[in-house]
């Protein structure tokens, strides 16, 4: 069964730092971009980019880029999103989710909450 | 980036009844790369179409999406009970990949 399995949630203080992550199973990791997918309370869906463990490659959309950091580890199978210095602003749910062509975002992660409050 | 309008916003139906959500794109989705995701309360979103009109694994044949260039349709039959939820529509063909703002399917 492929599955992407998130880490449990968060809460920090506005400044700090953060990484979450995704573990896949159920296929072959390299073979396909994951997705990170924010959604803020009582919100609609945010792209925020996609990477490629085959090769590294990394798309950010502009709104996000330079704010997080989107990587992979090969030899676990896992994806990962951090932050340097996190805000308020960033406290939401975030989502990983397996990205091909044709079939869009096919496997989703549970999702990962991320509190940021002082 | 590719704007994605849905309408309507809340859609207030019976059981029983056909939902037909509309998704408008600010400009053509490339090779029309268009999805629809299901999302009910504190669950993470469902794919239930790709590339505007095949549905995903699982999905049953009551679902059923259409359209191209920058008018798509997400079409419910007979909604049960389990079918009212948020509905997003997704555009993946041009970086960045965007989502619609949301439909909600409510009981009536």
């Known amino acids: 069964e492929v599955q992407l399995v998130q880490s449990g949630a968060e809460v920090k203080k506005p400044g700090e730092s953060l990484q979450i992550s995704c573990q896949a199973s159920?296929?072959?990791?390299?073979?396909?971009?994951i997705a990170w997918v924010r959604q803020r309370p009582g919100k609609g869906l945010e792209w925020m980019g996609v990477?490629?463990?085959?090769?590294?490659?990394?798309r950010y959309n502009p709104s996000f880029q330079g704010q997080v950091t989107i990587s992979a580890d090969k030899s676990t199978s896992t994806a990962y999103l951090q932050w340097r210095s996190l805000k308020a602003s960033d406290t939401a749910v975030y989502y990983c989710a397996r990205f091909h062509l044709p079939y869009a975002f096919d496997v989703w992660g549970q999702g990962t909450m991320v509190t940021v409050s002082s | 980036e590719i704007v994605l309008t849905q309408s309507p916003g809340t859609l207030s139906l019976s059981p029983g009844e056909r939902a037909t959500l509309s998704c408008r794109a600010s400009?053509?989705?490339?090779?029309?790369?268009l999805a629809w995701y299901q999302q009910k309360p504190g669950q993470a979103p469902r794919l239930l179409v790709y590339g505007v009109s095949n549905r995903a694994t699982g999905i049953p044949g009551k679902f059923s999406g259409s359209g191209s260039g920058t008018d798509f349709t997400l079409t419910i039959n007979r909604l049960d009970p389990e079918d009212f939820a948020v509905y997003y529509c997704h555009q993946y063909g041009t970086s960045p990949q965007t989502f619609g703002q949301g439909t909600r399917v409510e009981i009536k």
């Open positions: 990477f490629y463990p085959g090769d590294s490659d990394t």
């Open positions: 159920g296929y072959i990791f390299t073979h396909h971009y």
């Open positions: 400009q053509s989705v490339t090779n029309n790369y």
